[in-house]
């Protein structure tokens, strides 16, 4: 998992049969401090987030399952939308 930031949408009118009613989100990793990791993925949202959102993302096989399905071809889910992170130290 990783915290990221919405930072758009992608709309596709054609897609796997998985992905149809799903709402794709362009997230970008960043840091606990929040600074931006340039590195940008699609990822499936589960939980209503929308853009400038921090939201916690899972990958891999994981990610289809929070979709209740084992073999999805989804590879990246929003799981969470973050309130607020502390880091100590």
Same mark, same amino acid.
């Given at each position: $998992?990783?915290?990221?930031i919405v930072i758009g949408s992608v709309v596709a009118t054609r897609k796997d049969e998985d992905l149809v009613g799903k709402k794709l989100l362009l997230v970008e990793k960043v840091k606990p401090?929040? !600074?931006l990791q =340039?590195?940008? !993925? *699609?990822?499936?949202d589960s939980v209503?987030?929308?853009?400038?959102e921090? *939201?916690?993302v899972t990958n891999g096989r994981p990610a289809g399952f929070v979709? =209740?399905?084992? =073999?999805? $071809?989804i590879d990246a889910a929003i799981v969470a939308i973050v309130d607020s992170v502390e880091v100590s130290g």
């Open positions: $998992m990783y915290l990221g401090n929040g !600074e =340039d590195s940008v !993925e *699609v990822a499936v209503g987030a929308g853009k400038g921090y *939201v916690i979709f =209740d399905s084992s =073999d999805s $071809m």
